[in-house]
């Protein structure tokens, strides 16, 4: 069954960066996207863009540009998000969710990101 | 950016009830290929959000036919029959149509 596990709660300083992951089990890395979404406290989803593991392709949210890097480790089926420059902006729950043609059929059980000096 | 608007329900909904959420896009999401891309998903209370359908109103895999989302162009509709205490949470729609891929704000739904 397909699976997405995420990597655990994050408690980082203002001005630091941060890397989260997203292990993929159950199917075929490298033929899906994987796409990764905000959802800051209370508030909706925020999508932050796409990495297709099968050559590297990324697209970003012009909004997370210079804030967001994805990349993806084919011979262990992970994703990862690296966040830089870390303001209380960026303190929310990130999720990766598997892009199937744009359905985002699963989903991480998401990470919390706990932006505070 | 395409902007989401969802719409507000009179909450709660008696068990057993229909609920209809709406959602209007700021352009049409309909494509070349004929299709319209619009999703919907349930994010239940401290859970990860769950598709329920795409292009409109194709279910996905395994989400009960008492749900069903239909629309035009700009102006969609979920539908939830008969709803149960499971259906509680918030819903979502979400356009792919055009990047930046964007959602709306959500929409609570409580049962009583």
């Known amino acids: 069954q397909v699976q997405l596990q995420q990597s655990g709660a994050e408690l980082v300083k203002p001005g630091s960066s941060v890397k989260i992951s997203c292990k993929a089990s159950?199917?075929?890395?490298?033929?899906?996207?994987m796409h990764w979404i905000k959802q800051q406290p209370g508030n909706g989803l925020e999508w932050i863009g796409w990495i297709y593991p099968g050559n590297g392709n990324t697209k970003y949210n012009q909004k997370f540009n210079g804030k967001a890097t994805l990349t993806a480790d084919k011979s262990s089926s992970t994703a990862y998000m690296q966040l830089s420059s870390l303001t209380s902006e960026d303190s929310a729950v990130y999720f990766c969710?598997?892009?199937?043609?744009?359905?985002?059929?699963?989903w991480g059980q998401g990470v919390m990101v706990t932006v505070s000096s | 950016d395409i902007v989401m608007t969802q719409g507000v329900l009179p909450n709660p909904v008696p068990s057993g009830e229909s609920a209809s959420i709406t959602c209007r896009s700021s352009?049409?999401?309909?494509?070349?290929?004929?299709?319209?891309?619009l999703n919907w998903f349930l994010q239940r209370p401290g859970q990860s959000p769950q598709l329920l359908t795409y292009w409109m109103s194709t279910r996905a895999s395994g989400v009960s036919d008492r749900f069903s989302g239909s629309g035009s162009g700009t102006y969609f509709t979920l539908k939830i029959s008969r709803v149960r205490a499971e259906d509680a949470g918030v819903y979502y729609c979400q356009q792919v149509r055009e990047y930046p891929l964007t959602f709306g704000s959500g929409t609570k739904l409580e049962i009583k």
């Open positions: 352009k049409s999401l309909v494509y070349k290929d004929g299709k319209t891309y």
């Open positions: 159950g199917y075929t890395f490298t033929s899906y996207d």
């Open positions: 969710a598997r892009g199937n043609n744009y359905l985002f059929d699963y």
